[in-house]
C-alpha cells in the first residue's frame, strides 16, 4: 500500500491533535498508525517524531520491540510456517526452502504482486499435524513441498481452503 504525503500529513495532524501533551503514547499512537495504514509507514513515524517531540530512537524501538508491529505491508495472505521441533523433525526447513523459491521471497518478505508474505514461527501448537503451516487463520499440516505449494496456489486462484 503506497501512501500519499497529503494522507501522511493529515494523519500526523489528527495524531497531534489526539497525544499532543500526553505521556507514554508510543503504543497507543503506534496503533492508531497501524490500524490505519496496516503497517507503520518509516516517513509517518518522522513526521509524528517531528511534530509531537517524540525521539525517533523511542518510537522506532517500541514498534521493532513489539511482534504486533509492522513496518513493512503484510501481503493479503500471511503464511506462517512453524519451525518447532516437530515440525523441523518433519522436514519444515524443506518446506521453506521450497516455498521461498516458489514465492521468490524470503522469510519476512512479501510477494511483488503484494499476495504472499511468509514468516517463521517457533510454534504453532498442532504438532500432531507435523509438519504445518497456517495461511491466515487457516491450519494445513501433513506437508510436504509439494503439498505446501499447491496450498499457497490454491489462496492465488481464489482463497480456497485445501
Given at each position: 500500500?503506497?501512501v500519499?504525503?497529503?494522507?501522511l500529513e493529515?494523519f500526523?495532524?489528527?495524531?497531534?491533535?489526539?497525544y499532543?501533551?500526553?505521556?507514554?503514547v508510543?503504543?497507543?499512537?503506534?496503533?492508531?498508525?497501524?490500524?490505519?495504514?496496516?503497517?507503520?509507514?518509516?516517513?509517518l513515524?518522522?513526521?509524528?517524531?517531528?511534530?509531537?517531540?517524540?525521539?525517533?530512537?523511542?518510537?522506532?524501538?517500541?514498534?521493532?520491540f513489539?511482534?504486533?508491529f509492522r513496518?513493512?505491508p503484510?501481503?493479503?495472505?500471511?503464511i506462517?510456517?512453524?519451525?518447532?521441533?516437530a515440525?523441523?523433525?518433519?522436514?519444515?526447513?524443506?518446506?521453506g526452502?521450497?516455498l521461498?523459491?516458489?514465492?521468490?521471497v524470503?522469510?519476512?518478505d512479501?510477494?511483488?504482486d503484494?499476495?504472499?508474505?511468509?514468516?517463521y514461527?517457533?510454534?504453532l501448537g498442532?504438532?500432531?499435524?507435523?509438519?504445518?503451516?497456517?495461511v491466515?487463520?487457516?491450519?494445513?499440516?501433513?506437508?510436504?513441498?509439494?503439498?505446501?505449494?499447491?496450498?499457497?496456489?490454491?489462496?492465488?486462484?481464489?482463497?480456497?481452503?485445501?
Open positions: 500500500m503506497s500519499s504525503g497529503q494522507e493529515s500526523i495532524e489528527e495524531l497531534s491533535d489526539k499532543k501533551g500526553k505521556k507514554g508510543a503504543i497507543p499512537l503506534l496503533e492508531d498508525v497501524q490500524r490505519r495504514f496496516g503497517y507503520i509507514p518509516q516517513d513515524l518522522e513526521g509524528v517524531s517531528k511534530r509531537l517531540r517524540i525521539p525517533r530512537a523511542e518510537l522506532f524501538g517500541v514498534a521493532t513489539y511482534a504486533m513496518l513493512k503484510e501481503g493479503k495472505y500471511v506462517r510456517l512453524c519451525r518447532g521441533t515440525c523441523h523433525i518433519m522436514g519444515s526447513e524443506a518446506i526452502k521450497r521461498e523459491s516458489h514465492l521468490g524470503k522469510e519476512g512479501t510477494t511483488e503484494g499476495l504472499f508474505t511468509l514468516q514461527v517457533a510454534c498442532c504438532c500432531s499435524l507435523a509438519p504445518v503451516m497456517m491466515g487463520e487457516d491450519v494445513h499440516g501433513k506437508l510436504t513441498p509439494e503439498k505446501a505449494v499447491k496450498v499457497v496456489e490454491s489462496y492465488r486462484s481464489g482463497g480456497a481452503k485445501s
